[in-house]
């Protein structure tokens, strides 16, 4: 490997209230001491999606995870999380609360062995919604904006588990988005799906752009390319270029990223 801690590091800087949020010097070490995240300082704008890359290992779930706490019970994480002004990174921050406002979705969809219907309203209860006709509004809303209604609208109390995957990862985002977050964390959402299911996801997600801010780890190099204003990559645990996705993609600052972006592509 060569000696990559010698290269420059290009690190776009957003001013803060153009950030839906950002980190300042994040690390993280499991096991108490084991560092696998290296001073972090990212910002993402909002209503943007921005890519996550790099190699295996290098760090992105990592750092996403950390993002909205689920990092907690594996990791210690030092450093900021500044969302809405305040340290989210503290121990007196509620993270079920966090976690409605900062949503996750995963590589492999995860839907509850429910109903359609029900996975979405589960949550919504679970966050004391109970008036009927206001849940069915948002069951109809939330499958809507993740371009699954059409699918779904005339078989809403059948299992989701019969869903085919790509349909159950929008309704993971359905799921993530009927309880109104306003960042949307995606690790690798479409990787275990095929290339139809996944161009209706992205298509999905590049309408969510006008009311969420994403931030999605891909290592799929064209789906960065396609849906994503900018685009972060990680190497060993540290942020080594961060920039406009044009920008990294076809004038990468490092060497490093250019091999990667290069390999990637090839
Ligand atoms: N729960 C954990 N306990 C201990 N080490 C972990 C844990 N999760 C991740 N790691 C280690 O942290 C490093 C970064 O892992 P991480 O999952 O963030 O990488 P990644 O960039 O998301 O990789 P991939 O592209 O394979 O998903 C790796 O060395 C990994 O083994
Ligand atoms: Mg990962």
Known sequence: M??????????????????AIYTQDLSVFYGGTIQKLFDVSLGFKKNTITALIGASGSGKSTFLRSLNRM?????????SIIFHDLDVNQKKINVYELRKTIG???????PFPKSIKDNIIYALKANGQHDKATL??????????????????DK???SALA?????????????AIA????????????SALDPVSTAKLEDTLKQLREKYTMVMVTHNMQQASRISEYTAFFHLGHALEYDTTSNIFTNPQ??????YIQGSFG
Do not use: H
Request: proline share 5%.
């Open 254 to 259: 490092g060497s490093i990223t250019e091999k």
């Open 163 to 175: 869903l085919s995957g790509g349909q159950q990862q929008r309704l993971c985002i359905a799921r």
């Open 179 to 190: 309880l109104k977050p306003e960042i949307l964390l995606l690790d690798e959402p479409a």
């Open 156 to 158: 809403l109390d059948q």
């Open 104 to 110: 996750m979705v995963f590589q492999k969809p995860n």
């Open 71 to 79: 990092n907690d019970q594996v990791a210690r994480v030092d450093g």
């Open 136 to 153: 069915e509004q948002l069951v109809e809303e939330s499958l809507r904006a993740a371009a699954l209604w059409d699918e779904v609208k």
């Open 2 to 19: 060569e000696n990559w801690q010698n290269q420059p590091n290009y690190i776009k800087t957003f001013d803060e209230d153009e950030c």
